[in-house]
């Protein structure tokens, strides 16, 4: 099954690649989405990761899910309307939705949390309130197909729960 990871820069480095690797070692099969195919996206740390596959490309019709990394680039994600629209898609559809951290973000801009439990970073708290979600302080919470966590160190909880989201 494709899931899609969403990139744009400043992505936390741990939040993209451990989801990306336990969802390839699951044997899914994960493609990295950006605002432009082929372009590397520089992580906070500065280690590039090149976006398969451009946003305004992607079909939710052809995802098993989403997985949103946290890190300021949940930010930059949300001036791209496709972007969002590929998440209120897939959320619609009642496929995964998972974000970790700032990954809140493109949930409250999608307009996906509203009536549903969720937690993230705590400094988006407000802002998930503030997009009708129930915020939690929990290391994973699922609502359903959505599976929120705070910070890298909920990592382990977060993929165990996307992973049972996608039926592995």
Known sequence: MKVAILVE?????????????????????????GPQAGKAYGSKHGYPARAELAAADASASDLA??????????????????????????DAEKKLVAAICHGGWMLASADVVRGKRCTGFFSIADDLRNAGARFEDAEVVRDGHLVTSRTPDDLPAFCRTLLEVLGA
């Open 9 to 33: 820069d400043l992505y936390e480095d741990l939040e993209l690649w451990v989801p990306l690797f336990r969802l390839r070692e699951a044997g899914h099969a994960p493609v990295l989405v």
């Open 65 to 90: 899910g989403v997985v949103i990394p946290g890190g300021y680039a949940p930010d930059r994600m949300r001036r791209h309307p496709r972007m969002v629209e590929l998440v209120r898609e897939l």
